[in-house]
């Protein structure tokens, strides 16, 4: 009783404290919770590559990192591509990715406005990013990442989900309570599979990592 009604205070407040702002200012706070976070999926260099498992990637291939923030996912892209971009709309963010990965391009700007013509990246990748999105505004970025990606191309991404194991909601509850706002749990009662065949997409793949807190989907052109 005492666990459920913990979890139920927590869901009802969705806003995150002083440390969100914080862990945005600070490059180290926030790189520290990434690596304690993905120490659930064995560290951070497996969470960042579980996306690109079982995906062929050429030396040549085009790779959008969407929403890249400073660059954590970039600096693994880069290593599989001669041709990866580098978009966020924070240009703080853009600038440090540039000092951290500068084997990439960048780009800053809107993930729903994607300054980039039709059918032009093989893939695109995002890494917990998402669930900082509204509802409206989700659909309007997964309906122009499947006008940027080449037929046959794949959208692949990791994010929050709702966990599956019910031990673990406190955890998860918590973290989200402290750092993140309502639209992370928008996220979790969001069919994004539904979401990403309406707009188009087809081959959706999802699997579920952490007892389920965490989803990464691939999806086809």
Known sequence: MLLCSYIKTLTILKMAT????LSYQYPWLYNTISRVSALAVGGEKRFRSLCLEGIKINSDSKILDLCCGSGQTTQFLVQKSSQ?????????????AKIGVPQANYVNALAEKIP??????????????????????????IKE??????????????????PTNFLLWPSLATFMWLFETETAWELLET??????????????QQKLYAGGSLQVIQAKK
Do not use: W
């Open 18 to 21: 002083f440390l969100r702002p």
């Open 84 to 96: 990866v971009t580098g978009l966020d709309a924070s240009p703080k963010a853009i600038e440090r």
């Open 116 to 141: 980039f013509p039709e059918q032009e990246f093989d893939l695109v990748h995002s890494s917990v990013a998402l669930h900082e999105m509204e509802t409206e505004q989700l659909r309007e970025i």
């Open 145 to 162: 990442v499947y006008r940027i990606l080449k037929p046959g191309g794949l959208f692949a991404f990791i994010d929050l989900h709702k």
């Open 191 to 204: 069919d994004v599979i539904d979401e990403l065949k309406n707009l188009g997409f087809n081959e959706c």
